[in-house]
């Protein structure tokens, strides 16, 4: 105890925000990332195991240039792309496409971005 009564100790938690690289050019971060977000997204299970050559070469580059958060905007808008929903092309070799993964990332606006329901419901 205190042996001031004004001396108090209080402890204090501080959130200390560390940047962490964003590391998913190994296949299988990426194949475990981008099925747990189609998943989330889909509301249905997602098992895409192979990347093509040329898509392991896109996710390079296109690591290289984006973030985190880039990749899961970009994920977000894809997932709910009219096109690729009602073709079933929901699939790593379209998002990795780096022509259309800037278009998806730039598609990308959180209070326009309708539910799967919705947009399956215009389709």
Same mark, same amino acid.
């Given at each position: 105890?205190?042996?001031?009564?004004?001396?108090?100790? /209080?402890? &204090?938690? &501080?959130?200390?925000?560390?940047?962490?690289?964003?590391?998913?050019?190994? @296949?299988? /971060?990426?194949?475990?990332?981008?099925?747990? #977000? #189609?998943?989330?997204?889909?509301?249905?299970?997602?098992?895409? #195991?192979?990347?093509?050559?040329?898509?392991?070469? %896109?996710?390079?580059?296109?690591?290289?240039?984006? %973030?985190?958060?880039?990749? @899961?905007?970009?994920?977000?808008?894809?997932? %709910?792309?009219?096109?690729?929903?009602? %073709? @079933?092309?929901?699939?790593?070799?379209?998002?990795?496409?780096?022509?259309?993964?800037?278009?998806?990332?730039?598609?990308?606006?959180?209070?326009?971005?309708?539910?799967?329901?919705?947009?399956?419901? @215009?389709?």
């Amino acid at each position: 105890p205190p042996s001031d009564p004004k001396e108090v100790e /209080v402890e &204090v938690e &501080v959130e200390v925000e560390v940047e962490v690289e964003f590391n998913i050019t190994d @296949k299988k /971060v990426f194949l475990e990332w981008f099925n747990k #977000r #189609r998943t989330h997204y889909l509301k249905k299970a997602s098992h895409c #195991r192979i990347l093509s050559h040329t898509d392991q070469k %896109n996710l390079n580059i296109l690591a290289k240039e984006y %973030n985190e958060k880039q990749f @899961k905007e970009a994920m977000n808008a894809f997932c %709910n792309d009219g096109f690729y929903l009602k %073709n @079933k092309l929901i699939l790593p070799q379209h998002f990795l496409d780096p022509e259309k993964f800037v278009k998806f990332l730039n598609d990308y606006q959180p209070e326009k971005q309708k539910t799967l329901k919705e947009k399956l419901k @215009k389709l």
